[in-house]
């Protein structure tokens, strides 16, 4: 597309429009910049123009920078030659007038500008942190003398989108106008009012509310403390810091300085690469390469749950959180009123924690209907199965459900590893069943597993995946196998690490290095707030179908002396009454020692590498397998899965893009030793082979041709 076609300069009157048309969301990608600049110049030229307005063409302004120019060579305009320079240097006055979304680039091109008008849909921000990087063209210098540093760090820190009103009143816009004015005469109008009002109004000149940060010297400090946590290993938010505390310190040039110089070296970093991965691999999710794009989803208004349990009560809320009316039903009046009984709790703690107002709690708990019966679900255009993990459950359940369920709805299993043609297999219309596998808890938890059954209708499929977004989940096709793609390619991770256990290493040693990695827990205390009794009873079951699953015996002997985890106060740690943290425990070390001795197993001591590796390399190896069978589509919809399912680091991209990082020769040399010296649990994928012999990294493996579903 030639630069011409990307940016047009119009005119309304004495008032020229320069419009930003780079479709899909006018990034400023190769071209654009330049185009702003030369159609501002002609503008400026021209005596009978009086005042500039910049206007995205198409659903908004400008979306951001071209996030695919990142980490590719590329030449940034010296400083003082930027677009921003341009734009504040212009003698004519220069407006933004926003619709749609404003992002990073985009809102650093209109902060820029003399004048910022928006409609009230508009959303404006710097979402540069959630990709590694400081916004990187003044958003860190020119934000904060708008807005005060406390604010913009706010917008910085969080990334988050701020709706037109509020940047209003922060003072990032002038004015806000109604949807339904027109923005470009209303932006024509209001530049004419202004055109010849001197000086020009120019952020950079700016200082008034940098006094913010005289006022309170410990801010930044303090804003380091509060961002500890969440930000932990991280480089890009303290950059931000670093960079609206520059300029609260330093004079706008300098500051832009220490800016550039922060951007340069956080873009082409390992974290901001993974990030700008996760980025792109969550977009690639919603590609169906086997489903025609003409396959339209179905359009849906109301959902039922059959099943008020943890996941049934959780799958409510998500719902009801996004304004879709939902009927629940359970067995027994009881076990309703006690599913609803946990709705009503959850909900008054997010009143509590300020994360939802009382009316909003109001209005969601009213969307959520107790039903006694299946007659009173028969109308809904959706039916989700959260009823007990058994088969002998679930099955008679189906059964019912196709007997009252409308013609096309949509009937779907939570079901957390079963056999999804089983199920189907009970009604008449298995072209409507599939599974949708949510996690725990599932008003919270991002990921949506969308289970493929053998006669799972592409319309039902991207209908389920749709559903998915609909609800703010992150949808992800996979695979009818055993746990699915998510907790199949986690169960050798799970496995390892009780093994570990056995040849000397103590859970609170594992949990360290796995909270180190990144993981907002270790999983060792995940297991404890899952419940080590509903871990050894999928064990069992497992054990029963196959003679040559590993036992671990020595999560076996937490759970037969009633350690199960948090509810009983002790599982692999120990917990003091009505207080979550977890207590390492002697105890536990001693029935270590007492099985490891019982096993004899040799004993020894480990680095935090060789505990890392083994649980990773041990997952990456089951995912090449799932690969290999064509049960996923590939290998970044594993990594979206462990990211949103798991909580593995966002900054270290997912599973296999962290296995990428090591290598695919060493990842594989490395299991062919714990192959020789554990045996066949450690024995190398076949795709792993291929890939290390090809020198292939794992984001480019090809899974088998997914007819093998
Ligand atoms: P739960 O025991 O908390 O709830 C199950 C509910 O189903 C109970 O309220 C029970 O009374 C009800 N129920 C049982 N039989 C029923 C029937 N015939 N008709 C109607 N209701 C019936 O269990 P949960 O943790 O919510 O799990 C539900 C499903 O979700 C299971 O298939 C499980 O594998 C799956 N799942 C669980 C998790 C998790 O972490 N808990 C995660 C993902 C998926």
Redo the contacts with the bound molecule.
């Keep these: 597309m030639s630069e011409a076609s990307q940016v047009r300069l119009e005119r309304q009157g004495d008032v020229a429009v320069v419009v930003i048309d780079n479709p899909p969301v006018n990034a400023l990608g190769p071209g654009v910049r330049e185009g702003i600049i030369a159609a501002v110049k002609q503008a400026n030229a021209d005596p009978e123009i009086r005042a500039t307005v910049l206007l995205g063409a198409g659903r908004g302004f400008i979306a951001g920078a071209d996030i695919r120019q990142f980490g590719k060579p590329r030449a940034r305009p010296p400083l003082g030659q930027t677009i921003q320079d341009f734009l504040d240097g212009s003698a004519k006055p220069v407006m933004a007038a926003i619709h749609g979304y404003a992002l990073g680039g985009g809102l650093e091109v209109a902060l820029a500008c003399h004048y910022r008008i928006a409609v009230a849909s508009a959303k404006v921000g710097l979402p540069e942190v959630l990709i590694g990087i400081v916004p990187g063209a003044g958003g860190t210098q020119r934000l904060p003398r708008l807005v005060g540093p406390k604010a913009a760090l706010d917008i910085i820190l969080t990334g988050r989108h701020v709706p037109a009103e509020e940047a209003r009143r922060l003072g990032i816009l002038d004015a806000v106008l109604d949807d339904s004015d027109d923005l470009r005469l209303a932006a024509a109008a209001f530049a004419r009012r202004v055109a010849d009002a001197r000086p020009l109004p120019r952020v950079r000149d700016r200082s008034d509310r940098l006094k913010e940060a005289q006022d309170e010297p410990g801010l930044f400090d303090a804003t380091r403390k509060s961002i500890a946590r969440r930000a932990r290993n991280q480089k890009a938010p303290y950059r931000c810091i670093d960079a609206v505390e520059a300029a609260c310190a330093l004079p706008m040039d300098e500051g832009l300085a220490r800016e550039r110089a922060f951007s340069i070296e956080l873009e082409n970093s390992d974290q901001a690469r993974a990030l700008r991965y996760a980025f792109f691999a969550e977009r690639e999710v919603a590609k169906l390469p086997d489903i025609p794009a003409a396959v339209a989803p179905k359009d849906f208004q109301t959902v039922a749950l059959?099943?008020?349990?943890?996941?049934?009560g959780g799958i409510a809320m998500s719902f009801a959180d996004f304004g879709y009316p939902v009927k629940i039903?359970?067995?027994?009046t009881e076990?309703l009123d006690r599913?609803l009984q946990k709705i009503r709790d959850n909900y008054a703690t997010s009143v509590r924690r300020g994360s939802v107002t009382e009316d909003e709690m109001r209005r969601r708990l009213a969307r959520i209907e107790p039903v006694a019966s299946y007659d009173d679900i028969g109308q809904c255009d959706i039916v989700i199965e959260?009823?007990?993990?058994e088969m002998d459950?679930k099955k008679p359940?189906f059964a019912k459900l196709d007997e009252v369920m409308k013609p096309g709805a949509l009937i779907l299993s939570?079901?957390?590893g079963l056999d999804i043609d089983q199920l189907a297999a009970m009604t008449k219309r298995p072209q409507d069943v599939a599974g949708a596998?949510?996690?725990?808890p599932a008003n919270v938890m991002k990921l949506l597993e969308v289970v493929r059954g053998a006669k799972s209708s592409p319309t039902t499929l991207a209908t389920v995946m749709q559903m998915g977004r609909k609800i703010g989940k992150i949808s992800v096709m996979a695979g009818n196998t055993d746990g699915f793609v998510a907790n199949r390619s986690r169960a050798p991770f799970n496995a390892e690490m009780v093994i570990l256990l056995e040849e000397g290493c103590l859970p609170e040693q594992v949990d360290k290095v796995m909270v180190d990695f990144g993981y907002p827990m270790g999983p060792f205390a995940v297991g404890d707030l899952?419940g080590l009794d509903i871990s050894a009873a999928g064990r069992r079951r497992r054990a029963a179908q196959n003679s040559n699953y590993r036992k671990l015996p020595i999560a076996d002997r937490l759970v037969e002396i009633g350690r199960y985890g948090q509810k009983t106060a002790a599982g692999w740690y120990r917990y003091e009454k009505g207080d979550r943290t977890p207590h390492p425990d002697p105890e536990v070390a001693r029935i270590i020692k007492a099985v490891a001795a019982e096993l004899g197993v040799p004993q020894k001591s480990f680095t935090d590498e060789e505990i890392l590796r083994r649980l990773l390399f041990a997952s990456v190896n089951e995912a090449c397998r799932i690969l290999e069978e064509g049960k996923t589509y590939r290998a970044s919809d594993i990594d979206v899965m462990w990211l949103h399912g798991f909580g593995f680091p966002r900054y270290r991209g997912g599973l296999m893009f962290w296995a990428d990082g090591i290598g695919v020769k060493t990842v594989d040399d490395q299991i062919d030793r714990w192959h020789q010296q554990y045996g066949e649990r450690w024995a190398p994928s076949r795709l792993l082979r291929q890939l290390a012999e090809s020198n292939t990294p794992f984001y480019e493996a090809k899974p088998a041709p997914s007819s093998a579903w």
């Design positions: 059959v099943g008020a349990g943890t996941m049934g039903m359970d067995a027994t076990a599913g959260a009823a007990f993990e459950v359940i939570n079901t957390s596998h949510f996690f725990s899952a």
